[in-house]
């Protein structure tokens, strides 16, 4: 078997997954929890780890279905691996090209939304009057009101902004930009945030749009816990709750309003047709609890 560092490789990797890919600190966790149950299948098996081989992943991955993992779970098993074998090339220690099992189907899930209602409760608790709450009313207004992802609030900057065409400049998924309108209380909010709150808590100069008390940028993992505060604020249970609950909710208000697909997917910065008629998916099924549920439906 060959004889590599893994403590020194792992600790590599971690960081690869921290720095170079932007993973949150808790999937970073998970990652390198699911490469250890692969180092312990390959110890059991005597299999040489590096590089990962087709057939070896293919038995690692049906014994643990055989154990009862969902298909969630085998796709991020799947999903490590796969980037553990893009590190070791980046490294120099595999050849790329050999390479590796496609993912596992994924279940589909239809994703979790909140009512208009449960929306403006939302919004509505970060009105306490401190210079947080302004700022997290800024962030929920533009996220519900332009349906952006987590990780695209996040790397908004100043310069995104151009207030005299009522749009906003949003870095996709793929490095795809899209321009998204910026209309009503969403500008008047936002212009509020940009004009006397943000000179506030812009102690260096940053150029990104959001920022943490502390004056730096604000990452994924602030927006999950200032959701989670404000979630509780509003009553609604934390289970329902995480930094894409409002980009869902609304892509479900604005169809149940009328809006086309077409123009739903272009908003929303799909690549697919059919990521965006989850959401049709999810309407109906609505609709039909209402239909059983309702006293007077």
Partial sequence: MANFNDDSLIDGFAGYLRFERGYSENTVQAYISDLTKWFDFCARHAIDPFPPKHEFIAKFLKELAEQGKAKSSLQRYAATIRSWNRYLSLEGLVDEEQWLPSLPSKEQKLPQILSEGEVERLISSCRDGSILGDRDEAIFEIIYGCGLRASEVCLLTTGDIDWHANTIRVKGKGDKERVVPLLGSIKEKLKKYVDTVRPQLDKFGERWLFLTRTGRQLHREDLW???????????????????????????????????????????????SIATTERYTHLDLELRDIYDKCHPRA
């Fill in 225 to 271: 816990r200032i959701i989670r505060r404000r979630g509780k604020a509003a009553g609604i249970p934390a289970i329902r709750l995480h930094p894409h609950v409002l980009r869902h909710s609304l892509a479900t208000h604005m169809l149940r309003r009328g809006l086309d697909l077409r123009t739903l997917q272009e908003l929303l910065g799909h690549a």
